[in-house]
């Protein structure tokens, strides 16, 4: 079946430091992925995407890229801010019919000043 | 346009009672989720509605959890007799029914954090 790890956090960082949150996933065929947010007493929101192979993803200063080779759909910023304090969701979702999304377990994110 | 709507956004129920979670979704949209998360736990599925009808009911938990979405508007997830483990966020989410509307995410409610004591 399909599954979708992430790195444990919570990831503690400070203000303007590069953040790496590692995503990897196990699925028949080739998934679409994603990257959800969580702030604080919001919901989940959709940070951004990336439907094949290769494909890049970004939104806000994050990107990601869809690595087939080593099932992977890391999410990097280069410079965090305070405001970047969430919970980060990595998940994907089969190319076809109606497919549901396969969520990892999250992994959260505090930034300090 | 509103976005999708979870009542309420907290509830606090002693074990054995009954909670009845609502969702309205986005306009148009045809497609309802319902998806939990356990704390510390991945987010996981519930059940799927296109319109009225249930797509897919394979992640609910038990049967003391019933969905329903009549007229295919807003959804309810009813919890009868609701037990500690049942503890958690509930999501909701909707999407448009389109060609391709499997490669999109969809919009994701607040969510409702139920405690069971």
């Known amino acids: 079946g399909n599954s979708v790890t992430q790195m444990e956090g919570p990831v503690t960082l400070s203000e303007e430091a590069f953040l790496t949150i590692n995503c990897t996933y196990t699925a028949t065929g080739y998934p679409s992925l994603f990257w959800y947010v969580q702030y604080p007493g919001e919901g989940l929101q959709l940070l951004l995407k990336?439907?094949?192979?290769?494909d890049k993803g970004s939104n806000k200063g994050f990107e990601a890229t869809y690595r087939k080779e080593t099932t992977s759909f890391h999410l990097e910023k280069g410079s965090v801010q305070v405001s970047d304090s969430a919970v980060y969701f990595c998940a994907l979702r089969r190319n076809s019919g109606y497919s549901t999304l396969t969520f990892g377990k999250g992994t959260m994110l505090l930034v300090s000043p | 346009e509103a976005g999708v709507t979870q009542f309420p956004s907290h509830s606090v129920i002693e074990k054995g009672q009954t909670v009845t979670l609502r969702c309205d979704p986005i306009?148009?949209?045809?497609?309802l989720y319902w998806y939990r998360r356990v704390m510390g736990k991945e987010i996981k599925f519930l059940l799927h509605?296109?319109?009225?009808?249930?797509?897919?009911e394979s992640g609910m938990p038990n049967n003391r959890f019933l969905a329903e979405r009549t007229g295919g508007t807003y959804s309810t997830l009813k919890v009868q007799p609701a037990e500690l483990e049942d503890s958690g966020v509930y999501f909701c989410?909707?999407?448009?029914?389109?060609?391709?509307?499997?490669?999109?995410?969809?919009?994701f409610g607040s969510g409702t954090r139920l405690t069971v004591v």
């Open positions: 509605f296109v319109k009225e009808s249930k797509q897919d």
């Open positions: 989410a909707s999407s448009q029914a389109r060609e391709g509307s499997h490669l999109y995410g969809y919009t």
């Open positions: 990336a439907t094949k192979a290769d």
């Open positions: 306009s148009g949209h045809d497609n």
